[in-house]
C-alpha cells in the first residue's frame, strides 16, 4: 500500500526547534518532488518548503532562513527541521508527493503549536 506517514510535531515555545519527518512506503521518494505544505485555521494551505529530486530547495518567504528541508533517499523519508518557532508557524503541517505535474499522496497531518 502506498501511504506517507509524518511524525514530530507538538507543542512549542517560541525560538525552540521541532523536526518533521515523512516516511514513504509502497514506492521510493528518489525520483519525485516532495512537498510540506501547512494549512492554519481559518487560512488556506500553503506550501512551506519543496525539494526536487536533485536536491534543489524552495521556501516561503516567511520561512527562509529558519526551515530546512531535507531528504534521506536511503531512509526513503524527507525532513523539514524548523528553527526559531514563532506563533505565526502554528498550522497543522503536512508531507506531500508529487510527480511534476501534481500532487500525488499527501501525509496524514501533523499538528504543530506554538505558544508561550
Known amino acids: 500500500q502506498v501511504q506517507l506517514v509524518q511524525s514530530g510535531g507538538g507543542l512549542v515555545k517560541p525560538g525552540e526547534s521541532l523536526r518533521l519527518s515523512c516516511a514513504a512506503s509502497?514506492?521510493?521518494?528518489?525520483?519525485?518532488?516532495m512537498e510540506w505544505y501547512r494549512q492554519a485555521p481559518g487560512k488556506q494551505r500553503e506550501l512551506v518548503a519543496q525539494i526536487s529530486s536533485g536536491g534543489t530547495t524552495i521556501y516561503h518567504d516567511s520561512v527562509k532562513g529558519r526551515f530546512t528541508i531535507s531528504r534521506d533517499n536511503v531512509k526513503n523519508t524527507v525532513y523539514l527541521q524548523m528553527d526559531n518557532l514563532k506563533p505565526e508557524d502554528t498550522a497543522v503541517y503536512y508531507c506531500?508527493?508529487?510527480?511534476?505535474?501534481?500532487?500525488?499522496?499527501w501525509g496524514q497531518g501533523t499538528q504543530v503549536t506554538v505558544s508561550s
Open positions: 509502497g514506492y521510493i521518494l528518489s525520483g519525485y518532488l
Open positions: 506531500a508527493r508529487n510527480n511534476y505535474y501534481s500532487i500525488t499522496d
